[in-house]
Each structure stands twice: as C-alpha cells, then as structure tokens.
C-alpha cells in the first residue's frame, strides 16, 4: 500500500488541491455545488481538455506544440463551412479530423525529419493556422450551422452533457494509448533518453510525427466541440487557450523534459484548474488575474519539481557534513 501511495503521490496532492479548491469556490458563492452549475461549467472546459490530452503524448516525448489552438480555430471554421454548405456531420468528421492530424504531422515532420526546434516550429505555425482561419472564416465567421452540427453541445447523458462524455471517453483512450501500445512505449523511452532509443531501433522519427498528428486530431475534436457549443465559428476561436492547456498537462505531473507523467494526472489538473477558474468568476476576478493565476500555476509546476530537487541535494550535504563532522 505505501508503494502504491508513493507512486501516485502526485495524483494524490491534485486530489486534495481539488477538494480545497472547491470548498474555496464553494464559500464564494452558494451555486457553485449546483449539480446543473457544476455540469456547464465542466462543459466549458472540455474543448481545453481535449487539448491537454492530444498534449499529453508531445510532452511526454520532451517535445511542444503551441500551435494547437490555431489548429482548433482552423476546425471549427471548418466544421461551420462545411454545415452551411450542407455536408453530412458523419461525412465532416472524419474529413476535419484528418485534416487536423495532417496539420499536427507537419510539425512532426518539420521536427523529427528537418530537425527543427519544436518550440520554434509550432510558434510558426500558430501564426501560419491562425492565419488559414481568418482567410477561410472572413471577417464576420461562419454562423449559421444546421442542427446536427450544435446536437452534442445541447444534449445531455442523463445529468452530464454529452460533451463531457467525449471529453471522458477521449481521455481513456489517450490514457490506454500511453499505457497499453507500443506507442506510449516508444514515447516515454524517447522523452527519456531519444539517442538510447535510436540505438535501441525505436523508430524515434516515426513516433514523433504520429504524437503530433494525435495532437493535431485532438484540436480538430477541440474544434467540433466548440462549434457545437456555441453554434459559430471565428478566426480567433480559442486564441490564448494554450496556456491553461501546456499548464494543464505540466500541473499533471508530466515532465515538460519528457519521459514521464500519466494520463490520470492530467485529467486530475484540468479538474483543478477547471474549479480555480470557476471559483474566481464566481468571485468576479478580472479575466487578466485569472491569466495570471494560470500563468504562476505553469511557473510554480515547472520550476517546483526543480526546486524540490535542489532541497534535497542540499538537505543532503547539510546532513553529510553534520555526520562527518560529528565522527569527527
């Protein structure tokens, strides 16, 4: 039992950080324990998770992908276009999600193949996505989608949105793919050590472009989410929201060094994030603090594994000084 404990102590610290988190919200306002508030708000948050978990496989190969939001917006512009012209939803879907994963695989390739810095690709191509998303929305979006494009977003399952159980079923896939396939394998033994891996005929490359191509269908489901939810589209849909998804994954346990961190603990951080910002718009915290608060929250759990380490290292000395100079 205690080596179970040990293992998921992180898991365990997101645990208790949720319950505080929401006893805060709760005494900020007496609906934040409203089973229907709980429900939309958890709503509101599924298109950033969806993000943080198509994140997740990228991070874990020591890897980023700014570009993801942007990819989202190209989506849903997409997804708009399409309803009006009167495309089929089962027929978009799959055209959409396929078009968002060859955009993932491009950052993959430009990465893995030419050997590009990753964080200096994606920030390229989040002002390149961006861009395609403006020219094909125009300057007024897209509205006017038929009902089978804004069906998810309404529906329910029993007492949760439909979206929600996506969002749920989404992360157990993603979940089984890290912990179950040779994939997630491959993925964790790259983030590790990626020239051992090489040695070892990992296919190092091959991994790389597939990760970012999950990404990249991950924001295109992002993508269809939002437009079911808010039964338009723009050129700058979600534009910022790649700070609460990099902090959600990082917050999560996930090494942004690579070769850790489990599905289970990113599910737990977007839970926690989801009630911190819940409970300062109950409290009417400008949306700029809440940026900052995300902000500090990235800082602090990039830097406080770090730092724990540094602590120990230097508790160490301290106590093999005292016990020499004690024998002394």
């Keep these: 039992m205690s080596r179970v404990l040990r293992s998921f102590s992180a898991e365990l610290l997101l645990v208790a950080l949720i319950v505080l988190a929401a006893i805060w919200s709760s005494q900020l306002s007496p609906y934040f324990l409203d089973l229907n508030n709980l429900m939309n708000s958890a709503a ?19 890897e980023i992908d700014i570009s993801l939001a942007s990819t989202l917006a190209v989506a849903s512009v997409l997804f708009a276009k399409l309803s009006v012209a009167g495309v089929p939803v089962l027929v978009a879907l799959p055209v959409v999600l396929a078009a968002t994963a060859l955009l993932g695989a491009v950052n993959g390739v430009l990465v893995a193949y030419a ?8 920030l390229g191509t989040l002002g390149a996505y961006r861009g395609v998303a403006y020219l094909l929305a125009g300057d007024a979006g897209v509205t006017g989608l ?3 494009y804004t069906f998810l977003g309404l529906s329910w399952v029993g007492v949760v949105p439909s979206t929600v159980v996506l969002f749920l079923i989404f992360a157990v896939v993603i979940g089984v793919l890290m912990e179950a396939t040779r994939f997630g394998r491959y993925s964790y033994a790259i983030g590790s050590n990626p020239d051992a891996s090489r040695t070892a005929a990992v296919p190092v490359r091959q991994t790389r472009v597939i990760a970012y191509a999950v990404a990249g269908a991950a924001a295109g489901l992002a993508g269809f989410v939002w437009v079911n939810q808010y ?16 902090t959600a994954v990082v917050l999560g346990g996930v090494s942004i060094k690579g070769g850790s961190g489990r599905a289970l603990g990113v599910l737990l951080s977007t839970l926690l994030l989801a009630t911190i910002q819940t409970g300062m718009k109950l409290a009417n915290v400008p949306g700029t603090s809440q940026t900052l608060v995300i902000g500090l929250l990235l800082i602090a759990s990039t830097g406080g594994p770090q730092l724990v380490t540094l602590l120990r290292s230097a508790f160490g000395r301290v106590r093999r000084t005292s016990v020499s100079t004690a024998g002394g």
């Design 44 to 62: 509101f948050f599924v298109v950033f998770g969806l993000m943080a978990f198509g994140l997740f496989p990228v991070v874990v190969q020591g």
């Design 115 to 122: 050997g590009l810095p990753s964080l200096a690709v994606t």
């Design 146 to 148: 038929t009902p089978e």
């Design 231 to 246: 039964q338009s589209a723009r050129g700058d849909n979600a534009d910022g929201a790649i700070l609460f998804v990099l």
